[in-house]
C-alpha cells in the first residue's frame, strides 16, 4: 500500500474509472492488507454517521485513517426507494492535501462482496463447496463472486421472497458462473445442507431460524445493516462457536440483530471478534464447529483500502481528470442598513 504520491491536482475519478482501475480479486486483497493495518494499531476506523428517514431512506458517512501511510478517507452516501448515489473523498493525512474524490458506487460493492469472501476464506469449511445466497437484490451477484474467487464453488442455491426475481437472477448469474446454480422455493429448501451461506436481503423482521443452518456452516449476514432490519432470529447465536463482526462500534450501534442478543452487556460483547483481528492471530475455526458467523456492518476502514488501490492504480495509469489547483476566494457579505432588522 504505497504512500501518496508527490502531486497537487487532486483527480476526479468517474464509476467507469473506478472499474478500470480494480476488480473484485485486487480488492479483496487491499482489504486484507488494510484489516491487516487495522489489527498491528496503523489503521483506525471513524465510528459511522447514520440518519434514517421514511419511506426506507438513509443517508451514512464512514471514515478511517492510516495516519502512518498517509491516508485519510470518508465516504459519504444517501439511498431511497427511488435510487442512492455516493462519492469517497481521499486526503494526504501527512499535508491535508485532497488526493481524489472518486465516485462510490463500484467501491461500495467491491469492499461490501469483499469482506464477505475474506471471512468465508478465513472462517468457511475449508472442504465446503457448495453456497446458498439469500436475496437476489442489487447485491446478491458480488455477494456470490467474492465467494467465488476465494473458493472454489461446485453448486449455488437461490431463494428470493419473489418467485420471479429468484428466477430473473439464476437467469443473469448463470451467463456469469461455470457452477450449477438451481433454485429453491422455500428458505428451508436453499439452506438444507448448504455449507456457506450468504444473507443478502432488506428484510425487516427476522426469517432464517437456526435450525435451518447445517452444522458446520459457515454464514455471511451481509444485510440488515439498518438499525431498524433482522435477517435471522437469535437462536442463531446459540449455535455460533465463532461470532465476528468487521466491526464492532458498528454492530453496537446499528445490527438490530446484535443489540437484540447482547444488549449493553460489555462482557458479553466481550465473545465477539473482528475479522482484522482473527486474520492477524490466524485464528482458525474450532474442531467439529457448529456454526461460525460473519456480520459485516460496513467500515470506512474498508472503502479507504479499496479507494487506495484506486487510486494508485489512477494515478500509475494516468486515469481521471484532474481538478484546477486550488482557490479560497475572500468570503462576501452585505451589511445590514438601519431599519432591516
Sequence with gaps: ?????????????????????????NAISALEEGLALEASGDAANIIKALATW???????????????????????????PKGGSAVFA??????????????????????????????????????????????????????????AVTRPIRRLKVWSRT?????????????RFPFVIEGANTVEEALSDMPI???????QDPFVDAQMIAKGAHVNAAGAILPKNA???????????????????????????????????DEAWRSVM???DVLAKKTSRPAN?????????????????????????AVAKNIGIRLPAKHVPAARWTLAQPGSV
Design 54 to 80: 421514511d419511506p426506507g431512506s438513509a443517508t451514512h458517512s464512514l471514515g478511517s485513517l492510516m495516519p502512518g501511510r498517509g491516508y485519510a478517507g470518508f465516504k459519504t452516501w444517501a439511498i431511497t
Design 274 to 276: 473482528v475479522l482484522g
Design 163 to 175: 418467485p420471479a426475481n429468484r428466477d430473473a437472477f439464476i437467469a443473469k448469474i448463470k451467463e
Design 1 to 25: 500500500m504505497k504512500s501518496p504520491v508527490p502531486r497537487h491536482e487532486p483527480l476526479w475519478l468517474t464509476e467507469e474509472d473506478v472499474g478500470s482501475c480494480i476488480d473484485l480479486n
Design 90 to 147: 481521499l486526503f494526504d493525512a501527512k499535508e491535508g492535501r485532497q488526493l481524489a474524490l472518486m465516485e462510490a458506487g463500484l467501491l461500495g460493492l467491491l469492499r461490501t462482496a469483499g469482506i464477505s469472501g475474506l471471512a468465508t476464506r478465513a472462517l468457511a469449511d475449508p472442504d465446503a463447496d457448495e453456497m446458498a445466497v439469500i436475496g437476489t437484490g442489487r447485491q446478491a451477484m458480488m455477494q456470490v463472486a467474492s465467494v
Design 231 to 265: 435477517e435471522f432470529l437469535p437462536n442463531l447465536f446459540d449455535r455460533s462457536d465463532m461470532v465476528v463482526v468487521d466491526n464492532l462500534d458498528n454492530a453496537r450501534k446499528a445490527s438490530r440483530e446484535f443489540r437484540d442478543h447482547y444488549g449493553e452487556n
Design 197 to 203: 451461506v450468504t444473507l443478502i436481503t432488506r428484510a
Design 289 to 313: 464447529c457448529d456454526v461460525t458467523l460473519f456480520k459485516p456492518m460496513g467500515m470506512g476502514l474498508s472503502d479507504l483500502s479499496v479507494a487506495i488501490a484506486v487510486y494508485n492504480e
